[in-house]
């Protein structure tokens, strides 16, 4: 195997390890990621109809671009708490939704193979042939959540954004060496739950270690999105974005290992987005950051790479 595809299944293995609910299991006579939280066990499953039975009726995306109401994160504000840098300290408690971590969860549970994506159209322009390939009808909310998704997938990147919505696992393998480096070791950074209790996820978190930053030249971030099948919205921004590893503890016995990632310079985002909303700050008047929810990743030149 060549350097080159050696660095594709590096990349692939850690996404297993890391994400820690993944293997290879046969669709359709092919190889696809499966999630495990997800119920794999009915043959059902196996159907175009059930693969995309349950697309996401909500979906609250905001962004920091110019132009549209989509762009460089692509977020569900329910789950995402935003914070100034100087929170992120030990002691700080925030109440704070940390969802189990199932990718996509009214979505298809398999990270499909690029032989079994691709004939399959991704693009707003070839919505109505998408519709009739999953059976939805046209001006349904399912036909409008997708193409809310093909929108954001296909709005330009704001300055200094690099961005790809991947369909497959090669696609989004091919985006991170693209940015990352062709033969470079990468590692995928995700929060996890350390412990889980019965009481609802939405509780008081407190940071309980101190916040520990990872060191990072580069780094592409990927967010589910809602669709028939899984698709990642993967994007590198220029510019001085930091990443930290802490462990929160939850009033309700939770403990959760979190990724944080926090933008040095807003100056560019949206003034409508929803974090200045909820912190009060104008763009570039001070740093934004946030935790990563357990079903999205960060992936970074591993540590033996840089």
């Known amino acids: 195997m060549d350097s080159k595809g050696l660095a594709c299944w590096n990349l692939l293995f850690h996404l297993l390890i890391v994400l820690g609910t993944c293997d290879f299991v046969p669709v359709d006579g092919t190889n696809a990621i499966r999630h495990q939280r997800m119920d794999v066990n009915n043959p059902q499953r196996n159907s175009k109809r059930d693969h995309v039975a349950h697309v996401q009726e909500k979906m609250s995306m905001h962004d920091h671009s110019h132009s549209s109401s989509h762009g460089m994160h692509q977020m569900d504000p329910t789950t995402t708490v935003f914070f100034v840098f100087d929170d992120l300290k030990l002691g700080k408690t925030m109440s704070i939704l940390f969802p189990d971590g199932d990718p996509s969860p009214l979505s298809s549970p398999y990270l499909w193979p690029r032989e079994q994506a691709d004939p399959i159209p991704f693009s707003l322009a070839k919505l109505p042939q998408i519709l009739q390939h999953f059976s939805f009808p046209q001006g349904s909310r399912k036909a409008q959540v997708m193409e809310d998704t093909l929108r954001a997938c296909e709005t330009k990147p ?30 995928v950074l995700s929060t996890h739950h350390l412990a889980k209790s019965n009481a609802a996820r939405l509780q008081n978190y407190t940071i309980t270690e101190a916040p520990e930053r990872i060191s990072n030249p580069k780094m592409v971030s990927c967010h589910t999105m809602p669709y028939p099948f899984i698709v990642f919205y993967c994007h590198y921004q220029q510019g001085d974005n930091r990443l930290y590893r802490t462990v929160l503890s939850g009033e309700n016995g ?19 987005h929803v974090s200045f909303q909820m912190l009060g700050i104008e763009p570039g008047t001070a740093p934004v950051c946030h935790f990563f929810p357990a079903e999205n990743f960060v992936l970074v030149p591993s540590t033996s790479s840089i």
């Not at 369909?167 to 033969?183: C, H, K, P, Q, W």
């Not at 990724?259 to 409508?272: E, G, L, P, V, Y």
């Open 254 to 272: 939770d403990k959760v290992e979190a990724i944080a990632i926090c933008h040095m310079d807003t100056s560019q985002w949206n003034r409508d």
């Open 158 to 187: 704001i300055k200094g954004e690099s961005k790809a919505c991947a369909t497959s696992y090669e696609s989004l393998v091919d985006f991170a060496r693209m940015i990352l480096g062709l033969n470079t070791d990468i590692e």
